[in-house]
């Protein structure tokens, strides 16, 4: 399998499964590239990464068996499979399925929304669009949001329950962009909960951490046409306890 990291969040029986499939966007804020650890295992990850060096992708991956076997004797309600694009792993859907028949977990998915997902044993889908206007959404992330949009809708069709993020990243992708995505969104359906994240330093790219301040404004556009919107600042404080390495 792609999974080369995982993290348990004893607090609310929740495990981490962070894949690394070489990610079918190249988005220039990825902190990927300076952190792969689960953010959960981090006292300040934002403070950290902003200092961090360029890391080399994984060199060590799990098969199948060995994934199973690191997670057998955990108590598991929740399975989060995340990382760079969790979706291309073709394991993915075996995985998925073994952890609702052994375990009867919720199974979340964050993707880019790219590929399609086999949703079949994934209960909920965490949609990440990075941008509505093409040339921005081209610039940040090196491909065109067609697919990506067309999938969100696709997604919502199939009934699994989703939700919506974006980052707001100042002075580009600003508050008047993330009115564009919420009017997108609301589109699909206005009841789609929508959360707006804070960009935060990442070196080599020349934005700023977003201020509280800035992300309030674009939740407040975004209220304009959506029931449920959410943000995360990054004067945030982790729930529950500290997350474990488990591998
Ligand atoms: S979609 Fe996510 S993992 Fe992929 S490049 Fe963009 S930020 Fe990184």
Known sequence: MKVYHIAYEQSYQSLDFHFWTGCNLQCRG????????????????????????????????????EVMAYVEPLKIKYAVFMGDEAALDPELPKLAWTLHQKFQSYNIILTNGRKMIDLEDIDEVIFSIKAISEDIHRDYT?????????????????GKKLQAETVLIPEYIDPKEVERVAKFVASVDKNITFRIDSFFEV????????????????AALAKKHLNNVTCLTLDMKRLGDKAVKVF
């Open 142 to 158: 090196g491909h065109s949001n067609k697919i990506i949009l067309e999938n969100f809708a696709k997604m919502y069709r199939s």
């Open 203 to 218: 070196p080599g790219c020349p934005w700023r951490s977003a201020t509280k301040e800035e992300v309030e404004e674009a």
């Open 30 to 65: 990825c902190y990927l590239n300076y952190e792969k650890l689960d953010f959960g295992l981090l006292d300040d990850p934002v403070a950290q990464i902003a200092v961090q060096q360029r890391e080399s992708p994984p060199q060590k991956f799990l098969s199948f068996d």
